[in-house]
Every structure is written in C-alpha cells, then in structure tokens.
C-alpha cells in the first residue's frame, strides 16, 4: 500500500511539475515581444468586429506573426479573465511589443481614430446611399450599388436568403448611424447594415409576420412606403392602416413614393403625366405592392406595416403644417384637399 502512495505522489509530483513547467513555458511566450519570431519590425493593424471571437482574433494575430501560437492566446485571455472586456476597433500593433500588450490594448481600447462617422436617414434608397458614400468620398457609387445586391456571400443571412441574384438590397440595408474606416470595401459596409437589420428584427416581429402568413419581403415594401409618405412616427400606424385597407379591398395604393423611386425624385405631389409612368413600381399604374421596397425603413415604419392601425379610412393628405387629415371617401379627400391644399 505505502509503495502505491509514494508512487502516486510521484506521478501526481510529476503532473504538477509538468503542468507548472506548461504554465511557466506559456506565460514566457507571452511576455516575449513579437519580432524576437522573425517579423519584419512594423506595425501591423487589425480590425475586431463586436461580438468576434477571442479564438478567431487568436487566429489572426498567428497568422501575422504576432503570437506564436492562436490556442496559447486564447487559454492566456481566458485564464486572465479578460476575453469578456476586449473591445472592438481597429488596432496598430507594434512588434516590439508582447502578446501580454496587445491583450491590455484590446481591453483599454486603445484603437486607431481614423474611422468615419456615416449616418443613414430612414427611408433612404441604395440611390441616397450610394450618391452619400460617394460625396464622402468612400468609394465610386457604382461600387457600392454593385455590392448592395443579393450575391453568394450575403445568402448566410437567413432574412435574404429567399431572395434572387441580383435583387437590388433596398428594405434590408437598415438605416442607422455607422463608424467605418476610410480604407472599408462596400462590401464590409453592406454586411454590417444587414447585420443591423437582422439584429433589429425581434423574434416577436419575425413570428407575427409569420403568424399572418405575410412575407418579410412584402413587409418591408409596405414598411418602406408608410416611411416615406408618414411625417411622424407616430403617425405610422395609421397611414399602414390606410394602405392595408386598400390592399384588402383591391385597390391601387397609388402611392407617391413608388412614382418618386421610379423617377428619382422627391415631389410632394407627382404630375399626372409622372402617375402614367409605366413601370413595375408604379403603384398608381399598377396593382398590390411593388416588386420590393423603395427605401430601406426604419423600425417604426417595420412595425406599423406588421401591426397596422384598424380603421375605414382609405386616403389621407398632409396639411401644411404636415398634420396629418384622413377621409373615408374620395369625395371626402376632395373636400379635405380643396379646404387643405388648394
């Protein structure tokens, strides 16, 4: 019995020896600068995306050189408590420092300030979008029209999976105010507006539009229209409900906005002759809702679309002062818009 124990003590002696020689080994490596591995001596930068993850950064940073190896960064972070404190940014790590540093700078976030500040109305179109980033200076709009469509790399986000190559983005690109850098592709920029999109869209929302066997694509056309022809948010519902009404009864929308999206303008009242346009989009001309959204709404606009206000009404009209003035009748928008408008 007494040779056991001694020989477990030994082996649990052993284990222990190993173990804090691994420790020891590990924390050396850590605390060793990054050039003492061979890397030419000159800042390399990276960018951590919020929510990345500690293993994935640990990748990044073996692959340039920075840590000897991705697992030994991970296990370091982790051992020290501080995966859950790395900000994201954008990062200048300088070789002459150690892996030890790089973690410190991640969690104080000591990131490069280069980034640009770009901020999307709702409502805006790939139209607006693209004419903005290019007056920013970012990239040609071309770029970023040729990269706001449904493409192979955008199919893992499953609110756009039902849609075709090549389907313009407009509805799903959500409009927010966003930090990117100067050197982003419009690819980057277009993921992270579907990001956005994806992370606004509730698990409560998703299930009511479901729930009335609607579609999500048929949600943001009607959702990006309520946004265009609404004055307020508050306002929302009962314009969507006045555009529900009218679906449910067969009649054409006739809405402002989707002339305005065929003819890129911005009219308060469209000519006749710019009803009689004929196009797809032209909801005047044309039945039911257009093919897609004619801007990208925002969550107040998504919201009114799945629970539309319940009344009768079926027309309304803005006042000057942009008071919003309902009619059941076409004879009653008649005699609101001569008493309003005219």
Known sequence: MKRV?????????????LATGAVWYGWNLMSTPAVSHGIAPSPVVIEIERGQSVRSVG?????????????????????????????????????????RDYVNQFVAGDAIIDDIVVSIPEGWSLFDIEVYFENLGLFPKERFQQAAVMQERYRNFPLLDHLEDDTILDGYLFPDTYRVFPDSTPES????????????MSSELLDEIRRQDRTI???LS????VQKESATDGEMPLVAGVFWNRLQMGMRLESDATVNYVLGTRKLQPTFADTEIDHPYN??????LPPGPVGNPGLPAI????????????????KPDREIVPSRSFAEHLENKARYLD
Request: hydrophobic share 45%; net charge neutral.
């Open 303 to 318: 919201r009114a679309a799945v629970y539309p206000a319940e009344h009768d009404y079926l027309f309304f009209l803005h």
């Open 222 to 225: 009607l959702a990006s229209i």
């Open 189 to 200: 920029i277009v993921v992270r507006m579907v990001t956005t999109f994806h992370d606004r």
């Open 59 to 99: 990748r990044w940073l073996e692959k340039e050189g920075l840590v000897p190896r991705a697992a030994l960064f991970e296990a370091y972070v982790r051992w020290t408590g501080t995966a859950g404190r790395i900000q994201a940014g954008r990062y200048s790590l300088d070789p002459a420092l150690t892996p």
């Open 283 to 288: 909801t005047y001309e044309n039945y039911g």
């Open 217 to 219: 694509h048929d949600v």
């Open 5 to 17: 124990i001694i020989v477990g003590g030994v082996l649990l002696g052993i284990v222990l020896l």
